[in-house]
C-alpha cells in the first residue's frame, strides 16, 4: 500500500492509493449543535448543502441525524423526506445513510421511523445501543426483538409488514 498526496482544497492529507470509501456524518447526533457550534447544518436545506460540498470532495455516504425545527434530534420521516429530496434535487448521488441512533431523548419506537422516509435511504445504521456516550447512559436500546419484528434487514423497508 503506497500513500499519496491529496491535493490543496480537496481531502488535505494521504490517503492510499487502494479505493476508499468515504463517510461524514455532517451534523452528528448532539442536539442543539448551533449552539455549540453555527457552521454545523441542522436544517435540511442546510444537510442537503453540506452533502453536496462533501460528496464534490469524495465523499460517498452520508450518515444523516435528522432535527427539528428547534434542533432536536428527531426519527420524523417527514423530515427525512425532505432531507433525502433536497440532496437529490442538487444532483448529488452520494449514498444516503439514516441513523437509528437518533438519540436518548428520542423513544426506541420512533428511532427507525427515518426507515419509512420518501424516498427511502439506501442505507441506514442499526443502533443496538453504544458504548460510548458523553451524555449518560443510552437508555432503551433497539431491542433484538424489535430488529426481528419490524423485518428489519437486507432487502427490507422495516415496514413492519
Not at 488535505?12 to 455532517?26: C, H, Q, S
Not at 434535487?89 to 444516503?96: A, F
Request: aromatic share 4%.
Amino acid at each position: 500500500m503506497r500513500l499519496v498526496e491529496i491535493s490543496e482544497g480537496s481531502l488535505n492529507g494521504r490517503v492510499t492509493e487502494d479505493k476508499v470509501i468515504l463517510t461524514v456524518a455532517t451534523t452528528g447526533g448532539v442536539a442543539r449543535t448551533k449552539e455549540r457550534n453555527t457552521n454545523v447544518p441542522e436544517q435540511p436545506d442546510e444537510i442537503a448543502k453540506a452533502a453536496y460540498e462533501c460528496w464534490k470532495e469524495g465523499a460517498s455516504i452520508l450518515h444523516i441525524h435528522a432535527r427539528d425545527k428547534n434542533g432536536i434530534p428527531t426519527g420524523d420521516p417527514k423530515v427525512y423526506s425532505e432531507i433525502h429530496a433536497r440532496i437529490r434535487d442538487l444532483g448529488c448521488d452520494i449514498i444516503i445513510q439514516d441513523t437509528t441512533g437518533t438519540g436518548p431523548q428520542v423513544p426506541v419506537e420512533d428511532r427507525i421511523l427515518c426507515l419509512q422516509a420518501d424516498p427511502k435511504p439506501e442505507m441506514a445504521s442499526l443502533d443496538m445501543g453504544t458504548m460510548v456516550r458523553n451524555s449518560g447512559p443510552y437508555k432503551e436500546a433497539i431491542p433484538f426483538d424489535m430488529v426481528t419484528r419490524l423485518k428489519i434487514g437486507p432487502g427490507n423497508e422495516g415496514s413492519g409488514s
